[in-house]
């Protein structure tokens, strides 16, 4: 079945470092990659998405990078902040079909 | 995006019982989706719950276990039957146009079974 690889599982990084999180996806026609913030005792929380049609896409210090070619995206923080402190996942979709997500990756942004 | 809650937030219950989750939108919505997240898992689609029609499972989920009603564009439960320790879990519900494309999660329902 389709699948998404997601990596690291756990990431521990000095407050105002960058974090990268990078996926794997499987299905070559999936066009649309979102991610979520999960926060403990939350729900999870789409913060930035980018859609095939772009290489690239940013929202202040979070940034989504997509590679077709190789079939991988990554998602960047910069300047990281204890608040950026949850568990980030990956996912792919395209429309019509059920959107696959990855194993997920617990971020810790030490103060 | 849309405003998602659910009710309730949390519940503890005894094994062979039966609990149902609401899940309300504040604005009409096509696609209304029930996953399941274990404790430190991602999260696994249960069922595709449809306005009009019966909710279509994922494989590994039946309806006689988790029935789904969807009466409205705006409302669905999810009732999670004869429930054992192994359906702890956090139950969520989440809202798009479609399928495959854009979605907004409700904040979960965490249920712990005795």
């Known amino acids: 079945g389709e699948n998404v690889e997601q990596h690291p599982s756990t990431l521990s990084v000095q407050e105002g470092d960058s974090a990268v999180i990078k996926c794997t996806y499987s299905?070559?026609?999936?066009?649309?990659f979102p991610w979520y913030k999960q926060e403990l005792g939350k729900g999870p929380q789409l913060i930035i998405d980018i859609r095939s049609n772009v290489g690239e896409k940013k929202d202040q210090r979070i940034a989504v990078t997509l590679n077709k070619t190789a079939k991988h995206f990554s998602l960047h923080i910069t300047e990281t902040q204890p608040e950026d402190s949850a568990v980030y996942f990956c996912a792919a979709s395209r429309v019509g079909f059920k959107t696959i997500f990855g194993a997920g990756t617990r971020l810790f942004v030490k103060a | 995006s849309a405003v998602i809650s659910q009710k309730p937030s949390r519940d503890i219950c005894q094994r062979g019982t039966s609990l149902t989750i609401q899940c309300q939108v504040d604005?009409?919505?096509?696609?209304m989706f029930w996953y399941r997240q274990q404790p430190g898992q991602s999260l696994t689609l249960i069922a595709t719950a449809n306005q009009g029609s019966e909710a279509t499972y994922e494989s590994g989920f039946v309806i006689d276990k988790f029935p789904i009603s969807r009466p409205n564009l705006t409302f669905s439960t999810l009732t999670v039957s004869n429930m054992s320790p192994e359906d702890s879990s956090i139950y969520l519900c989440s809202v798009g146009h479609s399928e495959g494309d854009t979605q907004y999660f409700g904040p979960g329902t965490r249920l712990t079974v005795l």
């Open positions: 604005s009409q919505v096509t696609m």
């Open positions: 299905d070559s026609a999936s066009n649309y």
